[in-house]
């Protein structure tokens, strides 16, 4: 098996997600054989045989094997295996719960098509892929509890232009300020987020509830 190729284990009670996601990830990686489950008892049965190197799992499955025992188990049975929680649920205890059990990542299912394919990138890549909360308590990092990010006006109006994927220069031109200050304003908010980084930008943007402005 090269490099490329990849055994997906899509977990999950619905056989619509299933097939779509299915879909979706044999678009966009190289996948050399996929299986199915639509419950817990069924998934860890098939990792004991198929040597998944992305697993996605669901929390809530019927069966009496909830998503977050099922990780437990998976995790023991393929301990090299990239295992990410595909959930409708944005719960920050379940996230927490899952990060503590060895997933590689939570991605909620409202996600859209290039943001799923973006974080499954950086999970195969080997980072961690959770809301920004769960990862700062573990690193001992401070975390944001107000419920409002803590920049200023202008600082959030770039940050969401940014966010939304607008260059500099696009920015510059839509609020009316110099592309020099809107680096200003992109350095500021870095450093008051702790993080330049664009993916962690659209993480604390969702979190912030900030995609419906």
């Known amino acids: 098996m090269g490099d490329e190729d990849m055994n997906l284990m899509i977990v999950d009670d619905h ?3 299933r097939d779509g996601l299915s879909l979706l990830l044999e678009q966009s990686f190289c996948i050399d ?7 817990g008892y069924e998934a860890i049965k098939l990792a004991e045989t198929f040597s998944a190197d992305l697993v996605l799992l669901d929390v809530s499955m019927p ?3 909830d998503g977050i025992s099922t990780l437990e188990k998976m995790r023991q049975l393929l301990p090299n295996a990239k295992i990410a929680i595909f959930s409708m649920h944005d719960d920050i205890g379940c996230q927490r719960q899952a990060y503590e059990k060895g997933a590689d990542g939570y991605l909620v299912k409202q996600l859209k098509r290039e943001e799923l394919i973006h974080s499954l990138d ?5 980072r961690k892929v959770f809301s920004s909360t769960v990862l700062d308590e573990d690193t001992g990092a401070g ?7 803590p920049i200023s006006k202008r600082e959030k109006e770039v940050f969401i232009l940014t966010v939304m994927g607008y260059s500099q220069k696009d920015i510059a031109e839509k609020l009316d300020i110099s592309v020099k200050t809107v680096e200003n304003h992109r350095q500021n908010i870095g450093e008051k987020l702790g993080t330049h980084k664009r993916y962690d930008w659209v993480d604390t943007a969702r979190k912030y509830q900030l995609f419906s402005v």
């Not at 054989?33 to 419950?39: P, T």
């Open 33 to 39: 054989s996929i299986l199915y489950a639509s419950e």
């Open 15 to 17: 056989e619509i997600v």
């Open 63 to 65: 069966g009496g094997l």
């Open 122 to 126: 950086q999970i195969l890549a080997g």
């Open 143 to 149: 975390t944001f509890i107000d419920l409002d990010l």
